[in-house]
């Protein structure tokens, strides 16, 4: 990777790369953009389609329709390929399906000399992320998916809205698996730097628990609903992917609920799962470690058993 250099190959033009590439070029994120999709006549028109908008930009960017050999000196390449999720259809029921599509992508991705950093939001992001990881053979560190960065920011939104304040300065996370197993360790969640269960507790009945546990139940039922609603979900995805990406060309050092391969952390090795990571110029620099109760953490130990459970019944 070239320290100057922001190129970013995407793969995949449906509607989340494409909420991806649009936010990309609004927030001026990269100089360079690659769309690649196996419908290459779609890719060509929305390359074309995106340049008819840089007057409108501020700043320039060199967009196109490119090939596999691009990623030779791409900086990230953003993995939004797949088939889709339907309505009440899991996260997980996509898991073979999906790591089929995987197996043409990640070779060639490889082939072509790549050594930046993947960024996954295929779904199941993390079992996907998991997969990149096996079939590249690169670093875990330079490998991510988007984990929960999406949910905690739903998460952050929404306590926001409960407790009348800027969600900017609402710290809590959403952890676990991109799905049904997710949750908040609400012993973590902070309205600046007090505690939101002592606010509950010291509210004499205006804010309560159970209100949170309604909030938390909200966040993990979002996706649904807006699948019911409008058949997928693009926008807050897009956003998310390219927050994860000014992390990375910004070399921030921000901290993200990105999905992140554990090392011993939690007690838990090899799994791919949506936890607070440090994100850098290098991918995810250090995971930070959470001090969790023990019911919150038998709750993470649950979900990663999930995952486990997915990804070893694979054939890779």
């Excluded at 998916?145 to 952050?156: C, E, H, I, M, P």
């Excluded at 306590?159 to 900017?168: A, C, I, N, Q, T």
């Amino acid at each position: 990777m070239v320290a100057d250099n922001r190129k970013v190959v995407l793969i995949g033009t449906g509607l989340v790369g494409m909420s991806y590439a649009y936010a990309l070029l609004n927030q001026s994120v990269c100089n360079d953009l690659v769309l690649i999709d196996i419908d290459k006549k779609r890719a060509a028109g929305e390359a074309m389609d995106l340049n008819h908008g840089l007057a409108f930009s501020g700043g320039n960017m060199k967009i196109y329709a490119g090939e596999y050999s691009d990623c030779a000196n791409a900086d990230i390449v953003a993995i939004c390929a797949g088939v889709a999720q339907k309505p009440g259809e899991s996260r997980l029921d996509l898991l073979q399906r999906n790591t089929e599509v995987f197996q043409t992508i990640v070779e060639p991705v490889m082939a072509s000399g790549f050594q930046g950093i993947f960024l996954v939001a295929t779904n199941p992001v993390d079992i996907m992320t998991r997969v990149t990881h096996k079939l590249s053979g690169m670093d875990s560190s330079q490998v991510l998916g988007t984990g929960t960065a999406l949910d905690t920011a739903r998460l952050r939104y929404l306590l926001g809205d409960y407790f009348s304040v800027d969600p900017r300065n609402v710290h809590a996370y959403v952890i676990g698996e991109h799905g049904d197993s997710e949750f908040v360790p609400w012993s973590q969640a902070m309205l600046a730097t007090k505690p939101i269960l002592t606010i509950c507790e010291e509210s004499q009945g205006r804010y309560s628990m159970k209100d949170m546990e309604g909030i938390s139940e909200q966040v993990r039922c979002a996706a649904q609903k807006i699948i019911e609603a409008k058949r997928s979900t693009y926008y807050g995805i897009g956003m998310a992917m390219v927050r994860i990406t000014r992390a990375i060309f910004g070399d921030e050092n921000s901290v993200l609920t990105v999905s992140s391969r554990m090392h011993g952390y939690y007690g838990m090795e090899g799994v791919y799962i949506g936890v607070p990571g440090i994100v850098c110029r290098r991918g995810v620099r250090h995971i930070l470690s959470l001090r969790l109760t023990d019911e919150e953490q038998q709750k993470l130990k649950h979900s990663a058993e999930i995952l486990e459970e997915y990804y070893h019944g694979l054939k890779l």
